[in-house]
């Protein structure tokens, strides 16, 4: 028996929209750890990680670079984003949860984890507070590698760990990467993996197949049509 493929999740625009919570704990974060206020609206938060975001903030204001302000910004971010989400009126995106309950029914086949742009405390947050974190053992986050295009890897190393037994060598047939964005889709470029890009955040259906996504869905609420996507008959 092939090992099961690995599934590899977004989480922002793809299975839970937030209504804003984490652009506006990065906005609290910023001024309660440095003073400095600022709207966010010169930073590109699809497909990014939060890593990559801190370092960004950390240029446009001034502020040295360095594993203590850098701690001390992750942890007020941490505590704004609890702070933050259940005050505003987030939701899970159509189909999710019946797809994570299909997944989990055919387990033999499919191993669902996440490769996130969120600090993974940032995305035990977001999907506890959803009730969505069950469905996932583990993940590949922003810190490990503020570059999107690097998770892939660090995914597929956590899967061995998580099943010694299985075996992910051929990422062209054995990974997927479910997302909303064309960040998305370079990253599972750059992993060797086929994509499933879904129109959920701010791109559109068009503009993710003109960025080369294998699969575009509006949604992932055809729980039939995902499921013949991320896991054809006869793969292996």
């Known amino acids: 028996m092939p090992c099961p493929r690995l599934l590899l999740f977004d989480i922002d625009g793809t299975l839970i929209l937030t209504d804003r919570a984490g652009v506006v704990a990065?906005?609290?974060?910023?001024?309660?750890?440095?003073?400095?206020?600022?709207d966010l609206a010169h930073v590109d938060f699809a497909g990014a990680t939060d890593t990559g975001i801190v370092a960004q903030l950390f240029k446009h204001h001034g502020i040295t670079e360095g594993d203590e302000p850098r701690q001390r910004f992750h942890a007020a971010y941490v505590a704004r984003l609890a702070h933050q989400l259940p005050r505003r009126r987030g939701r899970v995106l159509?189909?999710?949860?019946?797809?994570?309950?299909?997944?989990?029914a055919r387990a033999d086949e499919a191993l669902p984890a996440l490769l996130t742009g969120n600090f993974a405390e940032g995305a035990r947050l977001k999907l506890s507070h959803f009730g969505l974190a069950?469905?996932?053992?583990f993940?590949?986050?922003?810190?490990?590698?503020p570059d999107r295009n690097l998770l892939g890897p660090v995914a597929l190393e956590r899967a061995?760990?998580?099943?010694?037994?299985?075996r992910w060598d051929d990422p062209a047939r054995d990974l997927v990467i479910i997302g909303?964005?064309?960040?998305?889709i370079a990253c599972a470029r750059a992993a060797g993996a086929s994509?499933?890009?879904?129109?959920?955040?701010?791109?559109s259906e068009r503009e993710l197949c003109d960025h080369g996504a294998d699969h575009v869905l509006p949604d992932l609420a055809d729980t039939g049509?995902?499921?013949?996507?991320?896991?054809?008959?006869?793969r292996g």
Request: proline share 8%; charged share 30%.
């Open 26 to 38: 990065f906005g609290e974060a910023l001024q309660e750890t440095f003073g400095h206020e600022d």
């Open 94 to 104: 159509p189909g999710v949860r019946e797809l994570l309950d299909a997944l989990r």
């Open 134 to 137: 069950e469905y996932f053992a």
């Open 139 to 145: 993940g590949a986050y922003a810190d490990d590698s």
């Open 160 to 166: 061995r760990r998580h099943r010694p037994e299985g």
């Open 180 to 184: 909303d964005t064309p960040k998305d």
């Open 195 to 203: 994509v499933l890009a879904v129109a959920t955040g701010k791109f």
């Open 225 to 234: 049509r995902v499921l013949e996507i991320l896991l054809p008959p006869g």
